[in-house]
């Protein structure tokens, strides 16, 4: 069965191919139209041959993916702390380098499939050798790049919106508000104003975009969704059967623990400081749809939202790391590695109803009651 991770991955990389394909058949379409069908350059240009034609489907598909998982798996996090600018740059030119190779793989494979002869004739030699020297070769240089960048551009547009959104935006699957069941968890740093107030606000932001880089494994690994950060706060957010299944909202929570103790030593070394935090878990209906005219989100609103937030606040009064409501305690599954610790009824600020709150620990770690 395929991890929430690498199903993530697939899920990004497969609109490189399908960008790569719908590009190459209009260009494709533009050249045959401007042509009028006709290969006015026989010596260097390949006539579109209906096996041609399904040859280029396959091959600029296929790039399509390579370039795909190149950037997601390896590129984007080699340039992830890059501006904009200056990703889209690096990766141009050793994408380039990379088209170039692809170019002299595939013409000949083309050429031979065009003239029913072997990529190793020497007519398809002659045939590619005119075809480097030709403003043909410039011509799918140019095309190629187009599809490089248009497919670079989606992916900066997806990892800074987020691709989960971005492909809701496009399918318009929220255009109309919907309800739904979710579990949300709000974390928020402990200490956080001390610490900003100690280092300066330069050097804390820098702490931030450590402290949320940390979390990012353990969020993709148990299905999570980053909904918003806001300052020191993140908002992490489960459809209901995604957040339930295997408990991954409360391991998602341990695992996020887990990545940032392990680099307390680092963080300490450059920052003089190891963040902590400290989490509220709630579950509850919510509206989900767009809204902004200026500036187009995806959101949710709900009483549920508004609860987290006042469960995560109190985390201070019962000295906790966790609190999760009665709600999504009933709902989780039993038997795992988890215990739950009752602190009794609360009265949550600004509500009249009481909740029933529980502190989570792992096996063996807490003293009385229920087992998650």
Partial sequence: MLTPKTKRNISRIVPF????????????????????????????????????????SLAV??????????????LGNLFGKKSFSLKIAYKVVFYSLFLFGVILITYPIAAGLELHVSPFDRLVFEKFSNFLASMDFVSTMVSVSFSLFISLFYSEISENVGHGVLMNFFTGKYHRPKEEKRIFLFSDMKSSTAIAEQMGHIIYFELLKEYYSDFSDAIIRYSGEVYQYIGDEIVISWKYEDGIKNNNCINCFFAMKEDLDKRTDWYNTTFGVAPTFKAGMHVG????????????????????????????????????????????????????????????????????????????????????????
């Fill in 17 to 56: 191919g399908v960008i790569w394909l719908f590009l190459g058949w209009f260009i494709l379409f533009v050249q045959e139209t401007a042509t009028q069908g006709e290969n006015i350059n026989p010596t260097s240009t390949i006539t579109l041959t209906p096996i041609v034609f399904v040859f280029a």
């Fill in 61 to 74: 598909t296929i790039v399509g993916l390579v370039v795909g998982s190149i950037e997601v798996l390896w």
């Fill in 285 to 372: 209906e919510v509206t989900t749809g767009e809204i902004g005219a200026l500036k187009k989100e995806i959101i949710f609103t709900g009483d549920v939202l508004n609860t987290t937030a006042r469960i995560q606040g109190l985390c201070n009064t019962y000295d906790v790391d966790v609190l999760i409501s009665e709600d999504l305690l009933t709902a989780l599954q039993s038997g795992s590695k988890f215990q739950t610790e009752s602190l009794g009824i609360a009265k949550l600020k600004g509500k009249e109803e009481e909740i029933a709150l529980y502190t989570v620990h792992r096996k063996g770690a807490a003293t009385k009651n229920n087992q998650v």
